[in-house]
């Protein structure tokens, strides 16, 4: 993943976590919170197609460019760029799995087959077989939006994660490079001082 393509990413999260971090760090939790929560990430999933293909189009090329890198396969990309695949396609998975199905039921709230896929805290009777079904209550929409706010400070870290995972890489890389510019200057001056030893000997 390019820093460009983390910068993106980081951009999108940060905006997300004003509205995520009054809801799982202040406290108890406020109706005002959850509805500007709901509001806000209901904005997003109605949000025009294009906004969507962006969203999806970023981390794709970010999954894209770390994949591409491992194709080389040097010996850094044996650690970092591992690591980084791991954390990055983490995070993917934590976004399918577990965003989405939550952003459907504040879409939706009212359909048993979206509720049923979602994950977060339900009522007991819900976790009964053939119960009827009944609207989500303000707790249980309270814990859709925290756990939305939960998937993205984890998100946020994994990709923090490959951030450092990438600048840990090229700093390896530049090390790397210094230290063969060192070796090839030693025997430039070796082969130079040979050299001049072999002419005085003529």
């Known amino acids: 993943?390019?820093?460009?393509?983390g910068f993106v990413l980081a951009r999108l999260l940060y905006i997300t976590s004003s509205y995520d971090y009054p809801l799982l760090f202040h406290g108890e939790i406020s109706e005002t919170d959850v509805k500007k929560a709901i509001g806000f990430?209901?904005?997003m999933y109605n949000a025009p197609l294009s906004v969507s293909v962006l969203i999806h189009t970023v981390f794709s090329i970010g999954l894209v460019g770390i994949v591409a890198k491992l194709v080389?396969?040097?010996?850094?990309?044996?650690?970092?760029?591992?690591?980084?695949?791991l954390l990055y396609f983490g995070s993917v998975l934590m976004y399918i799995a577990v965003s989405i199905p939550n952003l459907r039921v504040l879409a939706k709230p009212n359909e048993p087959s979206i509720v049923h896929r979602a994950v977060f805290d339900a009522a007991d009777y819900r976790k009964v077989d053939n119960y009827t079904f009944q609207p989500l209550s303000f707790q249980e929409t309270a814990s859709v939006?925290?756990?939305?706010?939960?998937?993205?400070?984890?998100?946020?870290?994994m990709l923090a994660g490959v951030l450092l995972?990438?600048?840990?890489?090229?700093?390896?890389?530049?090390?790397?490079?210094i230290a063969e510019?060192?070796?090839?200057?030693?025997?430039?001056a070796k082969l130079g001082a040979h050299r001049s030893d072999d002419k005085?000997?003529?």
């Open 1 to 5: 993943m390019g820093f460009r393509t």
């Open 41 to 43: 990430y209901l904005s």
């Open 72 to 85: 080389r396969w040097s010996d850094n990309d044996k650690y970092f760029g591992t690591l980084s695949l």
């Open 145 to 157: 939006v925290q756990v939305i706010g939960a998937t993205n400070v984890i998100i946020t870290a």
């Open 165 to 177: 995972m990438q600048l840990g890489e090229w700093y390896s890389i530049r090390l790397d490079r």
């Open 181 to 188: 510019n060192k070796r090839r200057q030693e025997s430039i």
């Open 200 to 202: 005085k000997a003529n």
